[in-house]
C-alpha cells in the first residue's frame, strides 16, 4: 500500500514539472542582438499557451516570400496588453519588431506589433530587453 501511494504522489508531482522542463527560456533560441522587423500578411494565428503565435508571409528585397512564424506572450499576458483572441485575422497586413531566431530560421520573439488599424500593442516579450518604439 504505501509502494502504490507512493508511486501516485510521485507521478502527480512529475506532471506538475514537465511543463516547466518544456518551457525555453528566451535566450535558448533568439539573439536580442538580431533585431528583426517584418511586415507582412497574417496567415495563422495560434492562442495558445505556453505561448500564441502568429504565421505571416514576408517578401524580401527580391520579391521572394517566407512564411515566418512569431511567438508572442502567453494569451494572458497579451490581455494584460490589450489583445484580445480576436485582435489579428487571417489576411491583416501587420509589422512586427523583434528577436531573430539564432539558427537563422524564419521564427522570431515580437517585442512590439503595429496592427492593420494603427494600433501599435506589446507583445510582451519575454525577451527582457526594452521593447523598440515604432
Known amino acids: 500500500m504505501k509502494t502504490t501511494l507512493s508511486v501516485i504522489l510521485f507521478a502527480i508531482g512529475l506532471?506538475?514539472?514537465?511543463?516547466?522542463?518544456?518551457?525555453?527560456s528566451f535566450a535558448a533560441e533568439y539573439d536580442a542582438n538580431k533585431p528583426v522587423e517584418l511586415r507582412g500578411v497574417v496567415t495563422r494565428i495560434e492562442w495558445t499557451n505556453p505561448h500564441a503565435h502568429c504565421y505571416l508571409d514576408v517578401a524580401d528585397a527580391n520579391a521572394a516570400v517566407a512564411n515566418w512564424c512569431v511567438e508572442l506572450a502567453p494569451p494572458k499576458a497579451l490581455l494584460e496588453c490589450g489583445w484580445r483572441a480576436t485582435t489579428l485575422h487571417v489576411g491583416d497586413t501587420v509589422t512586427f519588431r523583434g528577436a531573430a531566431a539564432k539558427d537563422g530560421s524564419h521564427r522570431a520573439n515580437a517585442r512590439q506589433v503595429a496592427l492593420a488599424d494603427g494600433r501599435v500593442l506589446s507583445a510582451g516579450s519575454s525577451g527582457g530587453d526594452v521593447p523598440p518604439s515604432y
Open 15 to 24: 506532471s506538475g514539472v514537465v511543463p516547466v522542463i518544456a518551457h525555453h
